[in-house]
Structures are given as structure tokens and as C-alpha cells.
């Protein structure tokens, strides 16, 4: 089955702890992307990258760190998360950025 | 800078009537549109998309939606609303050079039986 994989998908941790979410796909897709979503803001993007070892910044990317090492995955990483980073967190993959994206379960975040 | 402008908050529809959820976009270059939806507690899903062609395009689960380069819109529309459409509708814009993708912020459509 095709599918975006996060995890965890539910935390709680304090200020500064650093933590990852994980994203893998099994697509194959060359394009994948880190979204957060906040009540009235809908989607804002991240991070996202176009292809192994290419990644940009997306609208909001303060405080947020990405890599690329192998096609399939994507870790979001936060080093020093603040309580402004609580949100619901969603990973997403496509074969290219102008194709629809498949979308993780998404991760719900609450920093303390 | 590439923006999308949802602006209902919540729509509201009976059973069986034609539903519109408004979306306005701005972006450099062609556009590439999408509609996904949200049901509770999950990702979001593929509607439909416009790249070029008919200006209507037809999606999933019976929605369809209209593309007014003039009017710079994108409007999802579904001819009779089911109850079971009630869930989050999120438009999204990019460009042929698809690095990235802007969201509005999203219409809850409420269908009442």
C-alpha cells in the first residue's frame, strides 16, 4: 500500500528537549515536504526538498531543521523546541512539486 | 510571493443541495491548483487539480471545480451534498517550477440532513 509514514504521531516535551518526527514513503516520489498546521493558517509549508541532498526552506522555517540523505526519508528536526512549535505537523511526498502530494497521518506536537 | 484566500470560514448546506466553497489565488507564472480535503484526525486527501485544459475539471467523490483565469479563482463545487462531505476543504496553489505549495486556510462545509 502507498503511504506516508510519521512518527511519533503524539508528543508531549518540554522546552529545549531536542526531538525528531520521522517521515518515510515507500513511493518511490522524488518531492517531499514538512507542513504545519495551525487553526485559521491552515497549511503553512517548512522545509521541503526536491531530491536527495536538496532541501530549501519553506514559509516558516525558523527553528526547524531538515535532511535528506536517502530518497524515502525526510526527519523533521526541532533542536531546542518552543511552546510556539506546538502545532499538528504533517509530512507529504509527490513525484514532483507540481504533482498532488500524499500526506502523512500528521504528528500532534505539544511543547510545554 | 504566491498566496490562496478562502474566505468562508464555514459553509453551510442542506442535504442534497448544490454546494460552492470559494477559492482566490495569486502566483507567478501558470498556475497549478489543487483541492484536498480533511476528514478529523487524518491527513489530507487528493481532491482534484487544475494544470491546463478545461476550465472544469472533475475530482473525486463527485466534486468538481472551476478554474476563471480572469477572476484569478478556483471554486470546488459538488452539484447535491452528501452529509457525509462535512470535513475540511483546503485549496493550494504552486507553480510549473512546483518547489512550493501555499494553502488558504481552509471553508469547514457542514452538510445538515
Known amino acids: 500500500e502507498a503511504q506516508v509514514t510519521q512518527n511519533p504521531r503524539y508528543l508531549i516535551t518540554v522546552t529545549g528537549k531536542k526531538l525528531t518526527v520521522t517521515c518515510s514513503q515507500n513511493?518511490?516520489?522524488?518531492?517531499m515536504s514538512w507542513y504545519r498546521q495551525d487553526p485559521g493558517l491552515g497549511l503553512r509549508q517548512i522545509y521541503y526538498?526536491?531530491?536527495?541532498?536538496?532541501?530549501d526552506k519553506g514559509d516558516v522555517p525558523e527553528g526547524y531543521k531538515v535532511s535528506r540523505k536517502e530518497k524515502r526519508n525526510f526527519p523533521l528536526i526541532l533542536e531546542s523546541p518552543s511552546p510556539n512549535q506546538t502545532s499538528l505537523y504533517f509530512c507529504?511526498?509527490?513525484?514532483?512539486?507540481?504533482?498532488?502530494?500524499?500526506f502523512g497521518d500528521g504528528t500532534r506536537l505539544s511543547i510545554l | 510571493a504566491q498566496s490562496v484566500a478562502q474566505p468562508e470560514d464555514q459553509v453551510n448546506v442542506a442535504e442534497g443541495n448544490p454546494l460552492t466553497v470559494k477559492c482566490t489565488y495569486s502566483?507567478?507564472?501558470?498556475?497549478?491548483l489543487f483541492w484536498y480535503v480533511q476528514y478529523p484526525n487524518r491527513g489530507l486527501q487528493f481532491l482534484l487539480k487544475?494544470?491546463?485544459?478545461?476550465?472544469l475539471v472533475k475530482g473525486s467523490y463527485g466534486f468538481e471545480a472551476e478554474f476563471n483565469k480572469s477572476q484569478t479563482s478556483f471554486h470546488l463545487k459538488k452539484p447535491s451534498a452528501l452529509v457525509s462531505d462535512s470535513a475540511l476543504y483546503f485549496c493550494?496553489?504552486?507553480?510549473?517550477?512546483?518547489?512550493?505549495?501555499?494553502f488558504g486556510g481552509g471553508t469547514r462545509l457542514m452538510v445538515k440532513p
Open positions: 507529504a511526498s509527490s513525484g514532483q512539486g507540481n504533482q498532488p502530494q500524499h
Open positions: 513511493m518511490n516520489h522524488e518531492y
Open positions: 526538498s526536491m531530491n536527495v541532498e536538496v532541501t
Open positions: 502566483v507567478s507564472g501558470n498556475p497549478y
Open positions: 487544475y494544470i491546463t485544459g478545461d476550465n
Open positions: 493550494a496553489v504552486t507553480n510549473n517550477a512546483g518547489n512550493m505549495l501555499t
